[in-house]
């Protein structure tokens, strides 16, 4: 399926593009019905994207190749080092919030405080629910809730070599 990108208004600059792609949970959920009342179907994925690298673009581009609008769950600063510890995240939420919205296949970002977005999910409702190849479609937080509403999980491979941690270890190995 084709996307196609006409959704730059001649009334708003570049990055009041991009700070528009970057909403709440509310909002989402609002956008979101609206996109699916109007026969769109919304694809959802999530992560810490600390560092964009090829491994993201390959796989958020190919995401949003599933279906006709991509929402982003981005883990809050607080959950980042829940997660992954000290010194991550290495870039602020706000920073990670405005590269992934620059990118032309993404349509918002939603920031979760939680360690999952279990809770993002289930508000959200999206007809299709990615992750990496790394986790089984059944253990995918969220799998339940999209499959339950009649939609689909899907998993994707990694761009092998490419990785935060990764480039992480490179810099500190300089």
Request: with cysteine.
């Amino acid at each position: 399926m084709a996307k196609v990108f006409n959704e730059r208004d001649n009334s708003m600059n570049a990055y009041e593009l991009m700070d528009s792609k970057i909403v709440g949970a509310g909002e989402a959920s609002a956008r979101v019905r609206q996109w699916q009342a109007n026969g769109e179907k919304v694809v959802f994925t999530n992560g810490c994207f600390d560092l964009i690298h090829r491994g993201h673009i390959d796989y958020l581009s190919k995401a949003s190749a599933l279906g006709d609008r991509l929402v982003i769950g981005l883990n809050s600063d607080a959950s980042v080092y829940r997660l992954k510890g000290s010194p991550r995240p290495l870039q602020d939420e706000v920073s990670r919030s405005l590269i992934l919205s620059a990118l032309f296949f993404t349509d918002l970002v939603v920031l979760f405080e939680e360690d999952t977005p279990e809770e993002l999910i289930g508000q959200l409702i999206p007809d299709i629910l990615v992750k990496g190849s790394d986790y089984k479609a059944e253990e995918i937080v969220g799998y339940d809730t999209v499959m339950r509403h009649g939609g689909r999980v899907v998993t994707l491979e990694f761009l092998e070599g490419y990785s935060t941690t990764l480039i992480e270890r490179k810099i500190k190995s300089s």
